[in-house]
């Protein structure tokens, strides 16, 4: 396993928390932990965590002394710290505090509830040097706690302190004594003699209580540190290490990995496999309820978006990981084919429908697996969903193409025209139009499906799939704009796509005169800005004539009104052709009222879907992609493809103009689908620019990157900003299954050679051959750009 050299320049992200692959960690009480290269008070090589915001911070660091000479801050050391093996809750690093005094640190964290290490500091020199080593605990904790303290337990000296429902223990093997340096710390004297070196052991236990935490960190120092360590080398064997000519690159591409495995958490009661969170730093994972159920939108579920791209990162390697994540889904199954959107670990519900990607992972989990047995499992269940959004409930005007119950279920939470909560954003109900998006995801997913049944000799169900995905591929065909060279999202009563317009603008209530006829139906939607926070008993009577051309009243109940901030948007159930007059009711005098039509001509990343569902004839793929996608004035930016253009972003006056690599990676399979590998290989190129910005400014991935600065947007070490391996390895044109077995297809499009090693398997790949070497030395040259399967007995 490759041994790495990362420091302070180089990119980097080194949070620490329990891997759910070694045990259950604890979804309510989940200690996270960071470690810093340089930096803070005093700068030092430093851990740290807030225990989910139970303390200020506890902060850990070495220090040693010399002589008259005492540092802690790296950039006096001999030699800077150095990080050589990254795992999700494992870090081994080396550095000199002095010339011919080197120290290697190995941090792990075991469990959920305690971080521990291993030190070796050994001496180069020819002759014997005396120092004194220190392990630094700084505790500011909250409100009634204590700073770390000394005391005595059981003959041996250990520092504690109190935070929140937390005592933190540290305690050191080798007989150390209380630090009379500036921070509290326990230290070590240490004479050793040329060549000479001495190992010892710390831990950090917070449970409860400090008989229980000094236990627990007894325990842990105890441990058989070599077998341990051996199992998680083992456990990590199957991380994919990748060699381009960008040791950036090489380095992004392993931390992605490790970050994407440290994710994970549970199981628990409510799912029978382990889960998996946005975002693990140490100010997550407490829960003051215990059970997660207060947990923010990062803790609280898995959805299926965020699933299929999570699973890029654990096959081939962890396949059960992946099945485990998909059962989770299928566990939560209603007998009518309802799977939520976001179960989750604590028995979180959304109650609204899954995306429908749920088939398409399966397909992917079997092609790594052939496993039959669960082809034939699941299979029953993933029709039924697929099946379930064909009922009344989603697919409300029965024309057979269902609409969006909930924006959430498009992970689009901003989108100008139906964002409840984005800064000028309409507001509008999402569930009164249909989109070509949620088209081609079904027309995805049945064919997915039809290619189990055919697997599965289950013959009977595909003439009534393949009527579903005619119907569908006709309703994105409808969608398309020939002048805009892009799809349109279509009102699902009139089926046409107005752009937004201001009707009307009044403060207080009354009847609003319009007397207008529309050239085509309307739907319209309703602002009131509340003067005060108080939420108003509004009623709103709406007074046109429908498309059947017979007059209609409508009325919109206060029941019907969701008020955000003293604001609130209603749409209209009905649409229109001509308005009357609209009859305000029971607001305030100061209230202000937006009377607008419902905006449809937004653009947004998701319209480029039917090119991953490969719905487009080739003509209409080139039209979308070079004229929309690959146009710099729309949305080909220097840092990805933004969720929405530079003109829409920039009119909705929100912080916008952000890309998401979990959903410019989706599209990214939409340009190899149709042959398009030196664009996808550029938009790598593009989204791993962004990434690697901020492992080297910030140490962190971001949830999203700002497409024309890079600078990271949201939530830090989220899983939708972390680097795209599978995208790359997909536009590489590998794609692994076992060490004996490997698809190829296609040319290098980058530009240097590809080298990549899994469980002893190595693809080396230039622009005019692979070649392929096998574990057991067997080789195969491949020159051929055609789809190859090789492999060996």
């Known amino acids: 396993m490759k041994m790495w050299q990362l420091g302070h320049n180089d990119p980097g992200e080194y949070i620490l928390a329990a891997d759910a692959r070694c045990g259950p960690t604890d979804y309510g009480n989940d200690h996270i932990w960071e470690l810093m290269l340089r930096g803070g008070e005093p700068s030092a090589f430093a851990l740290h965590t807030t225990f989910g915001l139970r303390a200020r911070n506890l902060r850990m660091f070495p220090r040693f002394t010399e002589g008259d000479t005492s540092i802690s801050n790296p950039d006096s050391f001999a030699k800077a710290p150095r990080i050589h093996r990254v795992y999700p809750n494992y870090i081994l690093s080396t550095f000199a505090p002095f010339t011919g005094i080197n120290v290697q640190l190995e941090i792990w964290v075991p469990d959920s509830h305690s971080i521990t290490g291993r030190i070796h500091i050994s001496n180069q020199r020819l002759s014997a040097r005396e120092l004194r080593f220190e392990w630094g605990a700084q505790l500011s904790s909250n409100q009634q706690g204590e700073r770390m303290n000394p005391a005595e337990m059981e003959a041996a000296i250990i520092l504690f302190g109190k935070t929140g429902d937390l005592t933190p223990v540290l305690f050191i093997t080798g007989g150390a004594h209380v630090s009379s340096g500036p921070y509290p710390a326990l230290a070590l004297d240490l004479n050793l003699p040329a060549g000479g070196s001495r190992t010892f052991r710390w831990c950090l236990s917070a449970t409860g209580g400090q008989q229980e935490s000094f236990e627990s960190a007894r325990r842990q120092v105890a441990r058989p540190w070599e077998k341990e360590i051996a199992r998680l080398d083992a456990l990590n064997a199957g991380l994919i290490e990748v060699e381009t000519g960008n040791p950036d690159w090489d380095a992004a591409f392993m931390l992605t990995q490790k970050s994407a495995l440290r994710l994970l958490c549970g199981p628990t009661e409510h799912l029978p496999h382990p889960s998996f969170v946005l975002s693990r730093q140490p100010d997550q994972g407490y829960s003051a309820r215990d059970d997660g159920r ?5 803790w609280n579920g898995q959805t299926p978006m965020e699933t299929d791209f999570l699973s890029g990162f654990l096959l081939p390697a962890y396949p059960n990981l992946a099945r485990g994540l998909l059962l989770n889904f299928l566990s939560v199954q209603q007998s009518d084919g309802f799977i939520d959107w976001k179960p989750g670990l604590g028995g979180q519900r959304s109650n609204i429908m899954a995306t ?26 993933l029709l039924k969903a697929v099946q379930a959004w064909f009922s009344p409930q989603q697919d409300r005007d029965g024309d057979g193409i269902p609409e969006w119950q909930n924006l959430m279920q498009i992970n689009l939470d901003e989108h100008p025209a139906f964002s409840p909560w984005q800064p000028n954003a309409q507001g509008a109900d999402i569930s009164t139009s249909e989109s070509p998006a949620l088209c081609a995801l079904l027309y995805a997913e049945i064919q997915t499906l039809l290619k189990m049944a055919q697997v599965l000799e289950r013959t009977e169900t595909i003439p009534a799939l393949q009527s579903l995905a005619d119907n569908l591929q006709s309703a994105i065909t409808s969608a398309w704009d020939e002048s805009a060279a892009m799809y349109r999202i279509w009102d699902r009563e009139s089926h046409h796509s107005p752009g937004r317009e201001i009707l009307a603008d009044q ?27 108080t939420p108003r008993r509004a009623n709103i009577y709406i007074h046109g004539t429908g498309s059947s051309g017979k007059p209609r009243v409508e009325h919109i109940a206060a029941e019907q009104l969701q008020w955000r901030l003293a604001q609130t948007s209603v749409t ?5 052709t001509s308005l009357e007059f ?29 090119l991953m569902a490969e719905t487009e004839t080739p003509q209409q793929a080139e039209q979308i992609i070079r004229k929309s996608l690959l146009n710099p004035e729309r949305f080909w930016q220097p840092y990805g493809i933004p969720l929405y253009p530079p003109n829409v972003s920039k009119s909705s006056g929100g912080d916008i103009e952000s890309t998401s690599v979990m959903w410019s990676s989706l599209i990214g399979r939409g340009l190899l689908s149709y042959g398009y590998q030196s664009e996808a290989a550029e938009l790598v190129n593009r989204l791993m620019s962004a990434a690697l910005f901020n492992l080297k400014k910030y140490k962190a991935f ?39 077995k490997i698809m190829l297809v296609g040319y290098n499009p980058f530009p240097w050679p590809v080298t990549v090693k899994y469980r002893g398997l190595i693809i080396y790949k230039d622009r005019q051959k692979t070649r392929v070497t096998f574990p057991g030395g067997q080789t195969a040259v491949v020159k051929n750009p055609e789809p190859h399967l090789v492999s060996v007995e």
């Open 356 to 381: 429908p990607m749920l088939t398409q992972l399966a397909w992917k989990i079997y092609q790594f697996t052939e496993d039959g047995e669960f082809l034939t499992e699941v299979y029953p269940k």
């Open 702 to 740: 971001s949830y999203h990157y700002h497409t024309e600065s890079a600078q990271g947007v949201g939530e830090r070490h989220a899983l939708p900003g972390l680097a795209p391996l599978p995208l790359f390895m997909e536009t590489l044109g590998i794609r692994l299954i076992s060490p004996t």
């Open 572 to 576: 209209s159930q009905r649409v229109y």
């Open 294 to 298: 207060d947990y923010t939108h990062s």
């Open 582 to 610: 609209i009859d305000m009711r029971d607001i305030g005098p100061d209230d202000h009222v937006h009377i607008e039509v419902m905006d449809l001509s937004v653009q947004d990343i998701s319209l480029f879907l039917p």
């Open 507 to 533: 403060y207080g209530p009354g009847e609003i005169a319009f007397h207008s006829d529309f050239d085509e139906p309307v739907r319209l939607v309703i602002l009131i800005e509340g003067h005060s926070e």
